[in-house]
RNA sequence: GCUCCUGUGGCGGAAUUGGUAUACGCGCGUGCCUUAGAAGCACGUCCCGCAAGGGUUAGAGGUUCGAGUCCUCUCAGGAGCACCA
């Protein structure tokens, strides 16, 4: 065979700065990342969720789950897709505006560098996004759109607004949603959050509830985001049932799930801030001590509340009986701040299969009854012996037993077991209109107002006469004025209301003098529609043209973190609905806006801890760059450990990657052959080609890494060199891991145009597969002996093979051979 | 409390889905090279044993010719939900 070397800068060592930013700045220059709109190629949009660009830059978690779908990306466009990858910045937010606080400086311009830095960062990576579609939230030509969804919101009738208690953090000084309150705390600054009445933009989210719930059945999700979806929307089916008041020409609501155990209701117990209270203060003989009671359950923070620790505590509208609707007995009304205002109608009936119902009825005194009979080894007997002890003790109101079972002391439904009976008592009481099946979510409208600056002004006007208006289309975006001071007020206004000049404007209806809403958008805003956007970044007529929604639409692949998978999913799968509902959106395209979703495993700091300022232990992408190159970073990180996994950052092992990278370049130089391939290292070759294509598909990128790695060992080892052939066959697949390297490897071997354009390789199955074969010779079923022989030997012949071997004839000895055990290809077990 | 996930060398982790446990990488050891160090290269590296051999996937049991993988219990760690009627 003769060998001709390929010289590849012969004395040269591997210089990454060199080699990188040369190609970053061909790629953009050819433009070889843009995604065209009129092509008639397969479409593929991948999609990462868009980052807040903080101060801090760039997270080398950001640039794990980034590279690895730029992977991905990078390999469906060889695979001759017609990719869409883009990237922008989700940047309202309050780290932002409490910096440009700090120093004086607007938001808008600590925005500005921020993003700078972050695109730079991520062009330094390689990443192949197409940049010429990049968007901002902060933008006002992209809220323009994100402030007509509110408009429509409102025209639909889903955005109103509503006094309610809000969750106030007095820090941030800012009303939070329930989702955005954490343990009783500010998710972002941890602080202890506050109750207050505030008049708040609500968005009834809570209509589409349902639909959020079954449309899971039509997507690609991870198994358990799906059920992150299903808990957070809490679904449940039951029965709202109808107790009258004595003397009152009126009925309280009551839902409840357990309607079997209805003939043990002997009390009801309303939320202490049930409505009922106030408008029946008059007949309530004790309504000081209810108000007061009241009163104080207000001051209890959420997290008091919840605590299960926490004593029981109520009390009694004396006056009040309502008659059950089952016995027709009566029974005593009470308030107990366990029961909550805002899950299911803010009242439950009261009775001794229940633990805290049971409790409060010891505590009071509260006559109880029974109605269920556990079944025979109920779980969680109490202090109970047996099964039959727990039955009577549940009789005799000793023990208290919360589960299904079996019906009595519940006229004709006696002997029924609670499932059988839910729905017969329902249509029992259903005939006398006392109650009716019900399904109630736990899921609560959305509290859309902010009182900040920095974020979407909403687009309404409040008119003394005409009352709340939206903003006429044409008059979009309402621009965030500029302010000398973005500092929060104390009194909870938004700092927008402190502009006289900005707040005063006439009524879009009336022209008469009126005044904007001085609040703002929460985070969400921007981020809930912001694929769309991607589409047509540009349009001013339109959140994004008809014809490009219905090419790229559904996203095919969405990654982000795992802390997102409720809200934010939730969110925007919410308003890519209501877009859809109200034709925005063509109804080709479906009424779901991600086919896919998987999540990426944070990255921590050295030892596991979470890497952070205050600890010391953040990694700067920037800083590994520099020492080692983008290759080199790209390559550890998608290395490192699976990919849906929380990681520890190790920058001893990035060593092992740069070595991998240098192995490769100095290979190159001199063990490149033109002639006759190497039919044993094609072998390899091919192996790693299908394991790299079956494994990023599954974001197997560490065992893709390692099949390259064990292929490039080979290479060394072997006597002889890769063929050329081959070696670009190995570029092809190396490329998405390692861009720079594959492009400039590709270039001195004298391989034609870029090497990010090329086909994917196909692997060549024949060769794959194995000729010989190990095969593995076990005694009851423990290994003795490994042959290596041809493959597709039939059982007969194995058998006669490893019979006749001396080291399996001494192991078998005089023992009867009672079977045999034979995978073909793989292994036979003698059992003796 | 409920639900789900995880547990494999000194470390990050592999294991064709029930068929050679510890691939790949880090670290460590020995040697070569070098004035020296670094880098690089070669070999070794789960445990016991000189060896033959035996043992080993958090622990205990089970199913199976055969279990890291399936089942039951226990322990440990993580995530989510949580007076939800």
Same mark, same amino acid.
């Given at each position: 065979?003769?060998?001709?070397?390929?010289?590849?800068?012969?004395?040269?060592?591997?210089?990454?700065?060199?080699?990188?930013?040369?190609?970053?700045?061909?790629?953009?220059?050819?433009?070889?990342?843009?995604a065209k709109n009129g092509s008639k190629k397969k479409k593929y949009y991948?999609?990462?969720?868009?980052?807040?660009?903080?101060?801090?830059?760039?997270?080398?978690?950001?640039?794990?789950?980034?590279?690895?779908?730029?992977?991905?990306?990078?390999?469906?466009?060889?695979?001759?897709?017609?990719?869409?990858?883009?990237?922008?910045?989700?940047? *309202?937010?309050?780290?932002?505006?409490?910096?440009?606080?700090?120093?004086?400086?607007?938001?808008?311009?600590?925005?500005?560098?921020?993003?700078?830095?972050?695109?730079?960062?991520?062009?330094?990576?390689?990443?192949?996004?197409?940049?010429?579609?990049?968007?901002?939230?902060?933008?006002?030509?992209?809220?323009?759109?994100?402030?007509?969804?509110?408009?429509?919101?409102?025209?639909?009738?889903?955005?109103?607004?509503?006094?309610? +208690?809000?969750?106030?953090?007095?820090?941030?000084?800012?009303?939070?949603?329930?989702?955005?309150?954490?343990?009783?705390?500010?998710?972002?600054?941890?602080?202890?959050?506050?109750?207050?009445?505030?008049?708040?933009?609500?968005?009834?989210?809570?209509?589409?509830?349902?639909?959020?719930?079954?449309?899971?059945?039509?997507?690609?999700?991870?198994?358990?985001?799906?059920?992150?979806?299903?808990?957070?929307?809490?679904?449940?089916?039951?029965?709202?049932?109808?107790?009258?008041?004595?003397?009152?020409?009126?009925?309280?609501?009551?839902?409840?799930?357990?309607?079997?155990?209805?003939?043990?209701?002997? *009390?009801?117990?309303?939320?202490?801030?049930? +409505?009922?209270?106030?408008?029946?203060?008059?007949?309530?003989?004790?309504?000081?001590?209810?108000?007061?009671?009241?009163?104080?359950?207000?001051?209890?923070?959420?997290?008091?509340?919840?605590?299960?620790?926490?004593?029981?505590?109520?009390?009694?509208?004396?006056?009040?009986?309502?008659?059950?609707?089952?016995?027709?007995?009566?029974?005593?009304?009470?308030?107990?701040?366990?029961?909550?205002?805002?899950?299911?109608?803010?009242?439950?009936?009261?009775?001794?299969?229940?633990?805290?119902?049971?409790?409060?009825?010891?505590?009071?005194?509260?006559?109880?009854?029974?109605?269920?009979?556990?079944?025979?080894?109920?779980?969680?007997?109490?202090?109970?012996?047996?099964?039959e002890e727990f039955v009577q003790k549940v009789k005799r109101l000793e023990?208290?037993?919360?589960?299904?079972?079996?019906?009595?002391?519940?006229?004709?439904?006696?002997?029924?077991?609670?499932?059988?009976?839910?729905?017969?008592?329902?249509?029992?009481?259903?005939?006398?209109?006392?109650?009716?099946?019900?399904?109630?979510?736990?899921?609560?409208?959305?509290?859309?107002?902010?009182?900040?600056?920095?974020?979407?002004?909403?687009?309404?006007?409040?008119?003394?006469?005409?009352? @709340?208006?939206?903003?006429?289309?044409?008059?979009?975006?309402?621009?965030?004025?500029?302010?000398?001071?973005?500092?929060?007020?104390?009194?909870?206004?938004?700092?927008?209301?402190?502009?006289?000049?900005w707040v005063k404007t006439s009524c879009p209806e009336c022209g008469q003098?009126?005044?904007?809403?001085?609040?703002?958008?929460?985070?969400?805003?921007?981020?809930?529609?912001?694929? #769309?956007?991607?589409?047509?970044?540009?349009?001013?007529?339109?959140?994004?043209?008809?014809?490009?929604?219905?090419?790229?639409?559904?996203?095919?692949?969405?990654?982000?973190?795992?802390?997102?998978?409720? #809200?934010?999913?939730?969110?925007?799968?919410?308003?890519?609905?209501?877009?859809?509902?109200?034709?925005?959106?063509?109804?080709?395209?479906?009424?779901?806006?991600?086919?896919?979703?998987?999540?990426?495993?944070?990255?921590?700091?050295?030892?596991?801890?979470?890497?952070?300022?205050?600890?010391?232990?953040?990694?700067?992408?920037?800083?590994?760059?520099?020492?080692?190159?983008?290759?080199?970073?790209?390559?550890?990180?998608?290395?490192?450990?699976?990919?849906?996994?929380?990681?520890?950052?190790?920058?001893?092992?990035?060593?092992?990657?740069?070595? *991998?990278?240098?192995?490769?370049?100095?290979?190159?130089?001199?063990?490149?052959?033109?002639?006759?391939?190497?039919?044993?290292?094609?072998?390899?070759?091919?192996?790693?080609?299908?394991?790299?294509?079956?494994?990023?598909?599954?974001?197997?990128?560490?065992?893709?890494?390692? +099949?390259?790695?064990?292929?490039?060992?080979? @290479?060394?080892?072997?006597?002889?060199?890769?063929?050329?052939?081959?070696?670009?066959?190995?570029?092809?697949?190396?490329?998405?891991?390692?861009?720079?390297?594959?492009?400039?490897?590709?270039?001195?071997?004298?391989?034609?145009?870029?090497?990010?354009?090329?086909?994917?390789?196909?692997?060549?199955?024949?060769?794959?597969?194995?000729?010989?074969?190990?095969?593995?010779?076990?005694?009851?079923?423990?290994?003795?002996?490994?042959?290596?022989?041809?493959?597709?030997?039939?059982?007969?012949?194995?058998?006669?093979?490893?019979?006749?071997?001396?080291?399996?004839?001494?192991?078998?000895?005089?023992?009867?051979?009672?079977?045999?055990?034979?995978?073909?290809?793989?292994?036979?077990?003698?059992?003796?």
């Amino acid at each position: 065979m003769t060998i001709c070397y390929y010289k590849v800068n012969y004395f040269m060592k591997y210089n990454p700065k060199k080699i990188e930013s040369k190609w970053q700045d061909k790629w953009a220059s050819k433009g070889v990342f843009k995604a065209k709109n009129g092509s008639k190629k397969k479409k593929y949009y991948l999609l990462v969720e868009f980052p807040y660009p903080s101060g801090d830059g760039l997270h080398v978690g950001h640039c794990r789950s980034f590279t690895a779908f730029d992977i991905i990306a990078r390999k469906r466009r060889m695979q001759g897709y017609n990719v869409l990858y883009p990237m922008g910045w989700d940047a *309202f937010g309050l780290p932002t505006e409490n910096y440009a606080i700090k120093k004086g400086v607007h938001p808008s311009v600590v925005t500005k560098k921020n993003t700078d830095n972050f695109r730079s960062q991520m062009q330094n990576l390689g990443l192949s996004f197409d940049w010429s579609r990049e968007i901002d939230t902060t933008n006002p030509k992209y809220y323009k759109w994100t402030q007509w969804i509110f408009i429509q919101l409102f025209k639909n009738g889903l955005a109103y607004k509503s006094k309610i +208690s809000i969750n106030w953090c007095p820090k941030d000084k800012i009303g939070l949603a329930n989702e955005e309150v954490i343990d009783g705390k500010c998710e972002r600054c941890g602080t202890k959050v506050e109750k207050r009445e505030k008049d708040q933009w609500m968005i009834k989210i809570t209509n589409y509830a349902e639909r959020l719930i079954k449309d899971l059945e039509e997507v690609n999700y991870l198994e358990k985001i799906k059920t992150q979806q299903r808990d957070w929307i809490g679904q449940s089916h039951g029965a709202l049932v109808k107790f009258f008041v004595e003397g009152v020409e009126e009925h309280l609501d009551v839902f409840t799930t357990r309607i079997d155990t209805i003939f043990s209701g002997t *009390f009801l117990i309303l939320a202490p801030g049930h +409505s009922f209270i106030d408008k029946y203060k008059n007949k309530i003989e004790n309504i000081e001590e209810v108000l007061k009671y009241k009163e104080d359950s207000k001051n209890v923070s959420d997290v008091d509340r919840t605590n299960q620790d926490k004593e029981i505590t109520g009390v009694q509208l004396k006056g009040i009986v309502v008659r059950n609707p089952a016995t027709n007995e009566e029974m005593p009304v009470w308030v107990a701040d366990f029961v909550l205002e805002h899950y299911g109608t803010g009242a439950v009936f009261a009775d001794a299969h229940d633990k805290r119902d049971f409790k409060m009825a010891k505590k009071y005194g509260i006559p109880l009854r029974t109605s269920i009979k556990p079944p025979a080894s109920a779980e969680g007997f109490g202090e109970a012996k047996d099964d039959e002890e727990f039955v009577q003790k549940v009789k005799r109101l000793e023990e208290c037993y919360e589960g299904e079972g079996t019906l009595y002391n519940s006229q004709q439904f006696d002997g029924l077991k609670s499932a059988d009976a839910r729905p017969q008592i329902i249509s029992w009481l259903s005939t006398k209109w006392l109650a009716q099946p019900k399904v109630s979510y736990k899921l609560r409208d959305w509290v859309f107002s902010r009182q900040h600056y920095w974020g979407e002004p909403i687009p309404m006007i409040f008119c003394k006469k005409c009352g @709340w208006q939206p903003v006429k289309e044409k008059d979009l975006p309402i621009t965030l004025p500029n302010v000398k001071k973005y500092k929060p007020t104390d009194t909870g206004e938004s700092p927008l209301s402190l502009i006289e000049k900005w707040v005063k404007t006439s009524c879009p209806e009336c022209g008469q003098d009126a005044k904007r809403e001085t609040d703002t958008m929460p985070n969400w805003a921007g981020s809930n529609w912001y694929y #769309l956007r991607y589409l047509d970044n540009k349009n001013n007529k339109k959140l994004a043209d008809e014809k490009l929604v219905r090419y790229w639409m559904p996203v095919d692949w969405y990654n982000g973190g795992m802390e997102h998978t409720t #809200l934010h999913l939730l969110y925007s799968r919410f308003i890519f609905k209501f877009l859809w509902d109200i034709k925005a959106v063509p109804a080709s395209v479906g009424s779901e806006p991600y086919k896919k979703r998987t999540s990426h495993g944070m990255v921590l700091g050295e030892g596991g801890i979470k890497m952070s300022k205050s600890k010391g232990n953040v990694i700067n992408p920037d800083t590994i760059i520099k020492q080692y190159g983008a290759d080199t970073l790209r390559i550890y990180e998608m290395f490192m450990g699976p990919f849906e996994q929380m990681i520890p950052w190790d920058t001893k092992g990035v060593v092992g990657c740069r070595r *991998f990278i240098e192995k490769i370049y100095n290979l190159a130089n001199y063990k490149v052959a033109s002639g006759k391939p190497n039919i044993e290292l094609k072998k390899y070759l091919h192996k790693s080609i299908r394991k790299v294509s079956e494994d990023v598909e599954l974001l197997k990128f560490n065992t893709a890494i390692s +099949s390259m790695m064990e292929f490039v060992n080979a @290479w060394q080892t072997s006597a002889e060199g890769l063929d050329k052939k081959d070696f670009a066959d190995f570029l092809r697949i190396l490329s998405p891991f390692a861009p720079h390297l594959a492009e400039e490897l590709w270039t001195e071997t004298d391989l034609k145009d870029l090497c990010c354009i090329q086909k994917w390789p196909k692997y060549d199955e024949k060769l794959i597969e194995e000729k010989n074969i190990l095969l593995i010779v076990q005694i009851n079923g423990k290994v003795r002996d490994k042959i290596e022989m041809k493959a597709g030997a039939t059982q007969k012949e194995v058998e006669k093979l490893v019979l006749k071997s001396e080291k399996i004839k001494a192991l078998i000895g005089d023992s009867e051979v009672k079977k045999i055990v034979f995978v073909p290809n793989k292994l036979i077990n003698i059992v003796i």
